[in-house]
């Protein structure tokens, strides 16, 4: 068995010594600025602890962040917004996935190329004519709209990402269901779409955190406070003046918080697609 030298594994350690620092230093900054009552204009200075110790921070952003909603309010929406456009896409991404993994039909290579070209458009691309469109629909500045617009943004990986995950599930499955009586539909649910159940994981994550950190197209479109998302809040905190750095921080940790959860509940997904991952290789 060939022997990594010392130096190899000094070196290794080093690198994700100064990547886990990189990552870990800003959480903690975060962390100690949320329960610092000390801070009242711009935090000049790292600390390691906070210096005056307090919950009223967190209290203040529970109850009453900005735009005159609390926080609960501004998660609802931001759960509709990117937990609509997480199931939209799933759903409409499943289903295009499938058709383009295992049937051949006119137009489906230039569709293919479509998604493929959209996930190379920036965003604000595309404000313009999603601004056209969800106004000609009238759904502009509702969070059905968000909805709508995040659908559009997540569906080219969704696609694609599924795509290859149908492609690597032998054909021969489904063709063995087929001898023995199973429709295109029975063979898809209770063969094909649990063995895909990992790359959809990952494919649901991706969506859901791509509508709840977006804020650019909610401003363009949210003109009323009674649909303004966590994104939107925590961005309209910030102004030319400076902000409320410490009730920025305590509200970024709440926002945080249903993401941890989403990916606790998709974990054994999420590693098995890794598993996957490396078996397929």
């Not at 935090?43 to 900005?66: M, S």
């Not at 493929?116 to 691309?125: C, D, M």
Request: net charge neutral; aromatic share 14%; charged share 10%.
């Amino acid at each position: 068995m060939h022997k990594v030298p010392f130096w190899h594994q000094a070196l290794y350690q080093l690198v994700f010594l100064f990547i886990a620092l990189f990552v870990l230093v800003p959480m903690w900054s975060l962390t100690q600025m949320a329960f610092d009552g000390a801070i009242k204009g711009w935090p000049i200075d790292f600390r390691i602890v906070p210096k005056e110790f307090t919950l009223a921070v967190f209290q203040q952003a529970w109850e009453k962040p900005a735009q005159s909603q609390s926080f609960l309010g501004l998660l609802q929406n931001s759960f509709i917004a990117s937990g609509g456009a997480m199931g939209l896409s799933v759903i409409l991404g499943t289903s295009m996935a499938y058709a383009f993994a295992r049937f051949r039909f006119p137009g489906r290579k230039l569709g293919l190329f479509a998604l493929l070209f959209g996930t190379l458009l920036p965003p604000v691309a595309l404000m313009t004519p999603l601004f056209l469109l969800l106004s000609a629909l009238g759904v502009r500045t509702t969070l059905f709209g968000l909805i709508i617009v995040y659908t559009a943004l997540a569906m080219p990986f969704c696609v694609w990402n599924m795509r290859a995950a149908f492609q690597a599930i032998p054909k021969e499955l489904e063709d063995a269901a087929f001898l023995d009586g199973a429709s295109v539909w029975t063979s898809f649910l209770q063969i094909t779409l649990p063995l895909a159940l990992p790359s959809i994981a990952v494919a649901a994550l991706v969506a859901f955190l791509a509508g709840y950190s977006e804020f650019a197209m909610a401003w363009l479109f949210i003109d009323n406070s009674e649909n303004v998302t966590l994104a939107m809040a925590i961005s309209g905190m910030i102004g030319f003046s400076g902000a409320s750095w410490n009730l920025l921080a305590a509200l970024s940790l709440l926002m945080a918080i249903p993401v941890v959860l989403v990916f606790l509940v998709l974990q054994r997904y999420l590693m098995n697609r890794l598993l996957f991952s490396e078996l397929g290789e």
